[in-house]
């Protein structure tokens, strides 16, 4: 099996190395320009990432994560569409040639900056717990939890899909393009086929033997019995079907209908560990728009995802308590910036722990964990210098209602993250997941089916107190994920995200600090070392980029922990032009015109 980090250098790898052949990522325009000049396009990109150098363009850009993604959100672009409608043909291709990551049987959350009006959005398309479901979904006979991969693989994991109304919800608010035609590319290569990636492949491999205890997920990712080779020519032609249905039909078709009960025959039937969705829930799940959570910092404001995300409130906490400090006289390479940053996370994380949850179901105190008194409050324990030896939540004001007990759930890495631009100025950010990679390894009709629901805490109490994350019929599972639109002067400035379970909000927090402060350009920041601090021991990216600030950290008394840390950044900035970055560790690119 290959590690995470031989997945990196073999999509390096693969990439054209030689800068000579990236002149610029402008795509011919006019009659004919087509497939053909956006293959090219492609090409130039990835020769440009592969240069370590950001994409540039003056009208419209997009970063995904995979090339086949990012072309067919580069088509919708090119001919007129907004961001809205080229998110919904990146995401659609997402779910053919990078499954293990998200899909129309995940969720997502959504950051949408209006080119017009300068107003702020954010949808929540998050996966719910079904009815039935109670506080015990994860715990044994005895009330104790169940191991992580007893829950995941199977379908008590599995919530009420979003992804495809929320799709649906961001098209009819934004969107100008026909739906119907946004599926045409995925639908493509649904049906032609297309090449297996080194990550694709090598993901299947590490995780052959959880996929294979499902009929329709073993025939489609082991055919034979053999796992999926690079260059691969791959076909699905069940998820052309479903993709033809939603097209002509709108979400309705995954939320009602023979492709509904074919979810809730496939979740309820799973072998060994069947689940508790049904027609109802599916019937009954909507997308909801929620406040955006903005929080300044210096000249800016950094504005993302509320709860059930604690992507946005945890970021922002962190960079507020970052203000008071010169990280950008201290730079990139200072061990004191980093114990700063690591610190001031791990003082988020604690309050992330302690509050944060569904805000359906807990108070959440989102005002008092964002107010600048209170975060000035908590950054004085990092003036001394030294390592924290010990942190505890903060006591933030509430507006309203008391708070819950905290909890030990943690999110577990896969996920996808897109970054759009269009024409008319409209920005998107948009954070994307079926949660563990294969989700809950059930396939039903061409695409995977999620196991959401493992981001609930698995105990119920703690201390004889409720805890806030527990599963709840009908709930959100608190998140990670921090789609992130950067403002200065009311004008957007930036817009980045990135997968990686919980340390999804350290990879945000580094590309920020890394662009706002030691002014690396997006591609330099989306490559730049990963260090993230949770909940102690300091997690420093494996290699040499980074072996003297894990020395350094050490001295100061951490536990450093080397490893691979495959964030998937993707950013674009705003200003005189557009530039884009797509992290070197996974094989997406940015592309604009």
């Known amino acids: 099996m290959k590690t995470w980090l031989a997945f990196v250098t073999a999509a390096l790898v693969a990439l054209p190395c030689n800068a000579q052949q990236a002149a610029d990522t402008h795509a011919p325009e006019g009659p004919g320009a087509g497939r053909v000049a956006t293959s090219a396009a492609v090409d130039a990109a990835q020769a440009a990432k592969a240069a370590g150098r950001p994409a540039r363009a003056d009208d419209w850009m997009v970063s995904a994560a995979n090339p086949h993604a990012v072309a067919a959100g ?17 995401q659609a291709v997402l779910g053919l040639v990078e499954p293990q990551s998200s899909g129309l049987g995940g969720g997502a959350f959504l950051v949408w900056h209006d080119g017009e009006t300068g107003e702020m959005t954010t949808l929540d398309g998050r996966e719910t717990a079904p009815l ?141 560990n069947p689940g508790l969705l049904t027609e109802a829930d599916l019937a009954l799940y909507k997308v909801r728009e929620r406040a955006p959570v903005c929080a300044a910092y210096r000249a800016y404001e950094i504005c993302g995802m509320g709860p059930p995300s604690s992507g946005g409130l945890t970021v922002g906490q962190i960079m507020g308590m970052l203000e ?119 396939m039903v009709r061409g695409f995977l089916l999620n196991n959401e629901l493992t981001d609930f805490s698995f105990r119920s109490h703690r201390d004889g107190r409720p805890v806030a994350n527990r599963v709840e019929p009908g709930k959100r599972p608190r998140s990670s994920m921090a789609p992130t639109i950067v403002l200065r002067d009311g004008k957007p400035v930036l817009a980045v995200g990135s997968p990686g379970g919980s340390r999804i909000i350290g990879y945000v927090v580094k590309a920020l600090v890394a ?54 950044l993707h950013a674009i900035a705003l200003g005189d032009a557009l530039t884009g970055g797509a992290d070197p560790r996974r094989e997406g690119v940015a592309l604009g015109q």
Request: proline content about 7%; hydrophobic content about 45%; glycine content about 10%.
């Open 74 to 90: 580069a088509r919708v672009l090119r001919n007129g569409g907004t961001a809205a409608d080229a998110m919904v043909a990146v």
């Open 324 to 442: 008071p400090f010169d990280l950008a006289k201290l730079g990139p390479d200072s061990p004191r910036a980093w114990r700063l940053i690591g610190d001031a996370s791990r003082l988020a994380f604690a309050d992330r722990a302690r509050y944060m949850a569904d805000s359906d179901y807990v108070p959440v105190p989102v005002e008092g964990l964002l107010d600048p008194a209170y975060l000035r409050k908590r950054a004085r324990r990092l003036e001394s210098g030294a390592r924290l030896e010990s942190v505890a939540p903060g006591e933030p004001e509430f507006d309203h209602a008391l708070n819950w007990a905290d909890n030990a759930s943690m999110a577990r890495p896969s996920t996808s993250h897109v970054s759009i631009v269009d024409g008319d100025g409209n920005v998107l950010s948009m954070t994307t997941t079926i949660e563990n990679a294969f989700g809950s390894r059930l």
């Open 132 to 272: 039935a479901a109670t506080p015990r979904l994860f715990q044994d006979d005895a009330g104790e939890p169940l191991d992580f991969f007893e829950a995941v693989v199977g379908g008590r994991s599995v919530g009420v899909p979003g992804t495809p109304a929320l799709m649906k919800a961001a098209h009819d608010r934004w969107g100008r393009t026909d739906w119907a035609g946004l599926f045409d590319d995925a639908i493509g290569l649904a049906e032609d086929g297309f090449t297996v990636s080194p990550r694709l492949s090598g993901m299947v491999a590490m995780d052959a033997l959880r996929l294979s205890r499902f009929a329709p997920t073993r025939d489609y990712f082991l055919p034979d019995g053999s796992l999926l080779e690079v260059g691969d020519t791959l076909r699905n032609p069940a998820y052309a079907d479903t993709l033809e249905r939603l097209a002509a039909e709108g979400p309705q078709a995954i939320y009602a209908g023979p492709i509904a009960r074919d979810i809730v025959e496939t979740v309820r039937g799973a072998p060994g």
């Open 515 to 568: 662009h706002l402060d030691w002014e690396m350009d997006v591609q330099q920041a989306t490559a730049t070392p990963n260090l993230v601090n949770r909940f102690g021991p300091f997690d420093v990216e494996a290699g040499p980029a980074a072996n003297a600030l894990a020395a350094a950290l050490a001295d100061k008394g951490y536990e450093v922990r080397r490893r691979a840390m495959v964030s998937g």
